[in-house]
């Protein structure tokens, strides 16, 4: 009895990890493990980088004071007409706070004020995980310290391969559900065919039924009128349009069937959404960073595509300000969206691409049997 208690016991914990690998695996499971990743990244560079970053931006912005005061100091204290010894009173501290400046750039000062500008943020190091495991990696922002750069290196090691693995995952469903979309739109047109030719069949029912009655009102004769078509009387016309209403129907639903069989996007519409996507960032960033159109287009494209050059990238969200960090925020949303955006795109063109190609080698070997 203990021992089958205890294989219970295992067997349920280990369907128990199987349905957690399982659930991480699937899509939800896939979008919060990278969520989650992203966020344990932000956490540990923030932890690693911050203190240093606020360290280094302390000794400069401490130096450049004592420096000011030095001079300030000199100015009044030594005899202003000894020029020489306040030129030397003034350059000498001017080496000090020099030598104070190139020791933090060689430790990773990057100019930023203390207090008041930040990189090493939540929000920031959020972003920079995501440039990471996304290989965007501007360049503009990097780890200073070798503990952040040891885990920079590790970090990559785990999300990149995860990164990859939701591309792909989350790619296949956008594009299941855009191609369902487009199905959906296919059928909303022919079904808006459909009563536009049931309308118009509508619309000649009733006129043929107002010139019959006319005629038989005033006792016209029309047999010779449709003799004239092989036809006897004016039920037979009636027959005859609705018979030709229900070939148009049949062959409106035979067409709409052909297409909802193999659906495949268009190309011109995937790069239609691609650039719409671009279109919304470039007006985005183009108002934050009063950059020009051409500028913001070029920032949106050169990240989406995980190039990240770098020379270009949002100023104005380095800082500690709360407007600062959202909108930190909503440009990793945009680069993290827009990447899986990007991934169903490809899927899409390939689907594409795949069946015109096809479509061509077939028209090519039809054309070799017709010449044999």
């Given at each position: 009895?203990?021992?089958?208690?205890?294989?219970?016991?295992?067997?349920?914990?280990?369907?128990?990890?199987?349905?957690?690998?399982?659930?991480?695996?699937?899509?939800?499971?896939?979008?919060?493990?990278?969520?989650?990743?992203?966020?344990?990244?932000?956490?540990?560079?923030?932890?690693?980088?911050?203190?240093?970053?606020?360290?280094?931006?302390?000794?400069?912005?401490?130096?450049?004071?004592?420096?000011?005061?030095?001079?300030?100091?000199?100015?009044?204290?030594?005899?202003?007409?000894?020029?020489?010894?306040?030129?030397?009173?003034?350059?000498?501290?001017?080496?000090?706070?020099?030598?104070?400046?190139?020791?933090?750039?060689?430790?990773?000062?990057?100019?930023?004020?203390?207090?008041?500008?930040?990189?090493?943020?939540?929000?920031?190091?959020?972003?920079?995980?995501?440039?990471?495991?996304?290989?965007?990696?501007?360049?503009?922002?990097?780890?200073?310290?070798?503990?952040?750069?040891?885990?920079?290196?590790?970090?990559?090691?785990?999300?990149?391969?995860l990164m990859l693995l939701f591309l792909t995952n989350i790619?296949?469903?956008?594009?299941?559900?855009?191609?369902?979309?487009?199905?959906?739109?296919?059928?909303?047109?022919?079904?808006?065919?459909?009563?536009?030719?049931?309308?118009?069949?509508?619309?000649?029912?009733?006129?043929?039924?107002?010139?019959?009655?006319?005629?038989?009102?005033?006792?016209?004769?029309?047999?010779?009128?449709?003799?004239?078509?092989?036809?006897?009387?004016?039920?037979?016309?009636?027959?005859?349009?609705?018979?030709?209403?229900?070939?148009?129907?049949?062959?409106?639903?035979?067409?709409?069937?052909?297409?909802?069989?193999?659906?495949?996007?268009?190309?011109?519409?995937?790069?239609?959404?691609?650039?719409?996507?671009?279109?919304?960032?470039?007006?985005?960033?183009?108002?934050?960073?009063?950059?020009?159109?051409?500028?913001?287009?070029?920032?949106?494209?050169?990240?989406?595509?995980?190039?990240?050059?770098?020379?270009?990238?949002?100023?104005?969200?380095?800082?500690?300000?709360?407007?600062?960090?959202?909108?930190?925020?909503?440009?990793?949303?945009?680069?993290?969206?827009?990447?899986?955006?990007?991934?169903?795109?490809?899927?899409?063109?390939?689907?594409?691409?795949?069946?015109?190609?096809?479509?061509?080698?077939?028209?090519?070997?039809?054309?070799?049997?017709?010449?044999?």
């Open positions: 009895m203990g021992r089958r208690h205890r294989r219970s016991k295992v067997t349920r914990v280990v369907n128990l990890v199987k349905k957690i690998i399982a659930f991480f695996f699937s899509h939800i499971g896939l979008c919060a493990l990278v969520v989650g990743y992203a966020l344990l990244g932000a956490v540990i560079f923030k932890a690693v980088e911050g203190p240093h970053e606020a360290e280094i931006q302390a000794q400069v912005k401490a130096a450049r004071e004592r420096a000011v005061d030095v001079v300030w100091n000199a100015t009044f204290r030594v005899n202003r007409l000894d020029s020489k010894q306040w030129k030397n009173t003034v350059l000498d501290e001017v080496k000090v706070f020099k030598t104070v400046c190139m020791q933090s750039i060689r430790k990773g000062y990057d100019g930023k004020e203390y207090g008041k500008q930040a990189q090493w943020t939540f929000t920031g190091a959020f972003l920079y995980s995501l440039t990471v495991i996304t290989t965007i990696g501007y360049g503009n922002t990097a780890a200073k310290t070798y503990i952040g750069k040891t885990l920079t290196m590790l970090y990559a090691i785990i999300g990149i391969p790619g296949d469903v956008m594009a299941k559900i855009f191609r369902f979309l487009y199905a959906q739109s296919i059928r909303l047109k022919f079904r808006l065919i459909l009563w536009h030719k049931k309308r118009k069949a509508a619309k000649i029912r009733r006129a043929n039924s107002l010139v019959s009655r006319l005629t038989r009102g005033h006792r016209v004769k029309t047999d010779s009128s449709v003799d004239s078509f092989g036809l006897g009387a004016g039920a037979d016309v009636e027959d005859l349009l609705t018979a030709r209403v229900e070939m148009e129907q049949l062959e409106v639903r035979e067409t709409a069937a052909a297409q909802l069989e193999s659906v495949t996007v268009p190309i011109s519409l995937v790069v239609f959404t691609m650039l719409g996507y671009l279109g919304v960032g470039t007006t985005i960033f183009k108002v934050w960073e009063g950059w020009t159109f051409l500028e913001s287009f070029y920032f949106c494209f050169i990240s989406l595509t995980t190039i990240g050059f770098g020379d270009k990238f949002p100023s104005t969200s380095v800082s500690n300000t709360d407007e600062a960090q959202e909108k930190l925020v909503i440009t990793s949303i945009y680069l993290l969206f827009g990447m899986a955006l990007l991934a169903m795109c490809f899927n899409l063109a390939q689907e594409e691409v795949q069946n015109k190609t096809r479509w061509i080698a077939d028209k090519f070997r039809s054309k070799d049997d017709d010449d044999d």
